[in-house]
């Protein structure tokens, strides 16, 4: 069964680009992905920009209204996403447990219904 693991964590307390905090960190998702993928769950992962680089668009009475910035303001912003093949949400949760983020912010683990299509 596929799960989305959404990575939540607080942009104000991210390591510095360059610094060898934001080094150790990128290790450390690089080892997660890496087992992951050895362990046969990794379907795909991604890492965000930060939140400052994203478009919120809603359409209303037919017109597609933008805003700059994430939908909502929380301490917490999505910052990436794995995609894992697990048999159940127990292993969902072991997976997401291992995920550096969880150590200082939240992984929110999701079941996906599928892919959606529209009939031709």
């Known amino acids: 069964m596929l799960y989305l693991l959404l990575i939540y964590t607080n942009e104000d307390d991210a390591p510095e680009p360059g610094t060898p905090e934001q080094a150790t960190m990128w290790a ?3 080892a997660y992905s890496d087992s992951a993928e ?18 919120t668009i809603r359409v209303r009475n037919g017109e597609t ?3 700059d ?5 929380t301490a917490e912003q999505l910052g990436g996403i ?4 697990v048999s159940d ?10 995920i550096p983020g969880a150590r200082h912010g939240a992984i929110e683990v999701r079941p996906i219904i599928g892919t959606v299509r529209v009939p031709a």
């Not at 949400?89 to 291992?98: F, Q």
């Open 82 to 85: 794995y995609v894992v093949d």
């Open 69 to 73: 910035g994430p939908y909502a303001a």
């Open 28 to 30: 450390e998702y690089g």
């Open 89 to 98: 949400l127990d292993e969902a949760i072991d997976a997401a447990a291992g």
């Open 65 to 67: 209204l933008t805003s």
């Open 38 to 55: 050895r362990r046969g769950i990794l379907v795909d992962g991604k890492a965000l920009h930060p939140s400052t680089t994203a478009t």
